[in-house]
């Protein structure tokens, strides 16, 4: 189906019709009700002198002025509740909160998106058995391996991946391959991916990094009491995983908003009493990598890791000229690039980072478009940035996750296999994009996925852990 041959002239037509129909309604009835009360002459000079005075009965009908989409019906789709009117139905590209923060450019990604593509030319099981075969030639040489040729931007498995398996373990639950109409969507295939990553990370992982909003807790949110992430973030700490929260957030100097943002589990930790050996294994990083916070231990609260302990001598050598060198160019090309799309900002404006954040309700496109046009204006910087689309504001951080994860990785003594990274937004424009050069990735799309994925790599840890894997 196309728009120009069957929506437009459809949506077009229906208007000729009804325009004509009133026509036609005016010029049948009129004479109808003249006949009843006069003759033909006295009809005509009635219909003569009602015409001679603008009688709206004789107006010819003006033609209908076009539907507007008006601004204000826009914004009322936009700032639809989620739940309404879309609850209990599957969801569609027309939804609110589609529009609203998950566009198409949000499930973008050309390793994917190829494996779709082979897709209507092999089935699913005979994708992931090519796709074993091409990681496993792609780790030995990644640089000349079939799979770089056919996915030119791919980057690094850091580790071995079995594909053939996940894929079977998620057929066995959604018979993908009963399916003979509908091929995997994009969704699918991560989770494939995922569960192949999960599987592989489990028996060595080390260091369990999260993002925070839209992975741990719903935009804007926190980790309240409750939340079932609590119990599966202590688990983990407890089966000897550190654990750290790589988040945009930066509060400098503030360590009580960091932990405001995560009470219910640093609560949790002093409710549970976990010894210093099991809290010492938590950390936050703030600002994609310019804070660093972990429990203190007399305290029990977040404090600071001096920039001495953990920054790289690269980190250190940024100076505070150059950063605001920096931020003063981004907040320029974010201004400017709101301005371009007509779009209203509000420029917020940090130590470490610039951002701007609408004033009216607009769409994950248009932040996309803002946040783009800024990462190509700042292709020249000095300092390494990350210019990101939050999904209700776009940013300009300085620095990125993998300097600050590669940061922690060496203070912690961890190599890229033994690292997992657990986020939401690794499109072209997300902030958890830049781990993958450092490590392996989980993509989730919301906080429940990660707890499925967490539970998953658990079990794995305790599977491995009463059957020792010898060589
Ligand atoms: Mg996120």
């Known amino acids: 189906m196309s728009f120009g041959s069957i929506t437009a002239p459809t949506s077009a037509g229906s208007w000729v019709a009804t325009g004509q129909g009133l026509c036609k309604r005016a010029r049948i009835l009129q004479p109808r009700a003249v006949a009843v009360h006069a003759s033909s002459a006295q009809q005509a000079t009635a219909i003569q002198q009602r015409q001679s005075a603008g009688s709206p009965e004789q107006h010819q009908p003006s033609k209908p002025a076009p539907l507007q989409s008006s601004p204000e019906l826009w914004h009322e789709l936009l700032g639809a509740d989620e739940d309404e009117p879309f609850n209990a139905r599957a969801r569609s590209a027309s939804d609110a909160a589609v529009l609203r923060r998950k566009g198409h450019l949000k499930e973008q990604d050309f390793l994917i998106e190829f494996l779709l593509r082979m897709h209507e030319t092999h089935t ?3 994708v992931f058995q090519k796709l074993d075969k091409w990681i496993v030639e792609h780790r030995q040489d990644g640089s000349r391996s079939r799979l770089k040729r056919m996915v030119p931007t791919l980057g690094c498995f850091f580790t071995p991946l079995r594909l053939v398996e ?5 057929d066995r639950f959604f018979a993908l391959s009963r399916r003979t109409y509908v091929p995997p969507n994009f969704a699918e295939l991560r989770h494939i991916l995922n569960i192949a990553q999960v599987h592989a990370s ?3 992982l080390k260091l369990c990094a999260f993002d925070a909003d839209g992975t741990l807790y719903a935009d ?3 980790i309240e009491h409750d939340n079932q992430m609590v119990s599966l973030i202590v688990s983990l700490m407890r089966s000897g995983v550190y654990v750290a929260i790589v988040t945009a957030a930066g509060y400098p100097g503030e360590a009580d908003r960091f932990e405001q943002r995560i009470e219910g589990l640093v609560n949790a930790f002093r409710r549970l009493r976990l010894p210093q050996v099991i809290t010492d294994r938590f950390f936050v990083m703030g600002g994609e990598c310019n804070y660093l916070l972990r429990i203190d231990a007399s305290t029990k609260q977040l404090a600071f890791v001096p920039d001495q302990a953990w920054k790289s001598p690269l980190m250190m ?3 505070e000229e150059a950063i605001s060198g920096l931020l003063d160019s981004a907040q320029l090309a974010l201004k400017q690039a709101a301005g371009k799309l007509c779009l209203p900002v509000e420029v917020i404006r940090k130590p470490r980072a610039v951002g701007v954040v609408p004033k009216q309700a607009t769409v994950y496109e248009v932040l996309e478009e803002v ?6 204006q700042l292709v020249d910087s000095p300092l390494p940035f990350c210019a990101f689309n939050g999904g209700q504001d776009v940013f300009v951080d300085i620095g990125n996750k993998s300097i600050g994860l590669e940061a922690l990785m060496k203070h912690l003594d961890v190599s890229p296999p033994q690292v997992l990274h657990v986020g939401d937004r690794f499109t072209i424009s997300g902030n958890d994009k830049a781990t993958r050069d450092c490590c392996c990735i989980v993509w989730v799309a919301n906080p429940e996925e990660t707890g499925f994925f967490i539970k998953l790599l658990l079990n794995d840890i305790r599977a491995h852990r009463a059957q020792p894997y010898i060589e």
């Open 202 to 204: 489990a028996q060595s």
């Open 371 to 376: 946040a783009l046009t800024v990462q190509h």
């Open 166 to 170: 996940a894929f079977q373990e998620y």
């Open 317 to 319: 050598s940024w100076s």
């Open 220 to 222: 804007g949110h926190h």
């Open 124 to 126: 699913c099981q005979e």
